[in-house]
């Protein structure tokens, strides 16, 4: 199993440009998360899906877009990237079990490090 | 308001001694307690969880933690250290979802940096 897998692992943007971040997971999991991590910030929630078909916001979500194409697939969008943007992403994802009972850990993906000049 | 804090931005040990990171934490309910480790350039690595039970969890690579529920707190324990033990730890809270108890979300504390030398 690749467990999660971002694409790409690196992003350079201008000003104003959009692209969109991908993450799959291949564990079957319910739920999915995006965080953006910033020195001394610890890490931060975008957007997350507790289940395919629904989405709802974190702490950070203004400036992004999110959309669960299905049950592996959680993608996050820039529409028009801010140097605010600068970051370092991360995808995770949560098994399907109640959190009392297990399944209560996320896993993280490798990242995308993105720069918005 | 619902937090996590790791009231140090370092910590640093020498090969062989002891080390702990601290954590304490605010949350509504029953907290459901976490520990994750980054290494440069990677993702988060989940170490150890408390979610009920035994005030003592033990976690991968020798970790454990202690809860205490008193004084909010959560701290990472290692009995001895190692030099590649050196990474960046994460202590993260689980806040619940209204009227659910599958869904919620977790709250990351800044991160402490372990630096264990030789």
């Known amino acids: 199993n690749a467990g999660v897998t971002q694409t790409p692992k690196f992003q350079v943007l201008k000003t104003g440009q959009s692209m969109t971040l991908q993450c799959a997971q291949d564990?079957?999991?319910?739920?999915m998360y995006w965080y953006r991590q910033d020195p001394g910030m610890g890490l931060r929630l975008i957007y997350y899906s507790a289940s395919e078909g629904t989405t709802d916001k974190g702490e950070v979500p203004n400036g992004y877009n999110v959309s669960r194409l299905n049950k592996r697939e959680f993608s996050l969008r820039l529409e028009s990237a801010a140097p605010s943007q600068t970051s370092v992403y991360f995808c995770a994802s949560r098994g399907t079990g109640i959190w009392l009972a297990g399944g209560a850990e996320q896993f993280f993906g490798p990242g995308t490090r993105l720069t918005v000049l | 308001a619902q937090s996590v804090a790791q009231p140090e931005d370092q910590v640093n040990v020498a090969e062989g001694n002891p080390l702990t990171v601290k954590c304490t934490y605010s949350?509504?309910?029953?907290?459901?307690l976490f520990w994750y480790v980054q290494y440069p350039n990677r993702g988060l690595q989940f170490l150890l969880k408390?979610?009920?039970?035994?005030?003592l969890v033990k976690g991968s690579y020798g970790f454990e933690a202690e809860f205490n529920k008193s004084q909010t707190s959560f701290h990472l324990k290692k009995p001895s250290a190692l030099v590649s033990d050196s990474a960046l730890y994460f202590c993260?809270?689980?806040?619940?979802?209204?009227?659910?108890?599958?869904?919620?979300?977790?709250?990351f504390g800044q991160g402490t940096t372990l630096q264990v030398k030789p």
């Open positions: 408390y979610i009920t039970g035994d005030n």
């Open positions: 993260a809270v689980r806040v619940p979802a209204l009227g659910s108890s599958n869904t919620g979300k977790l709250i």
């Open positions: 564990m079957n999991h319910n739920s």
């Open positions: 949350v509504s309910g029953n907290p459901y």
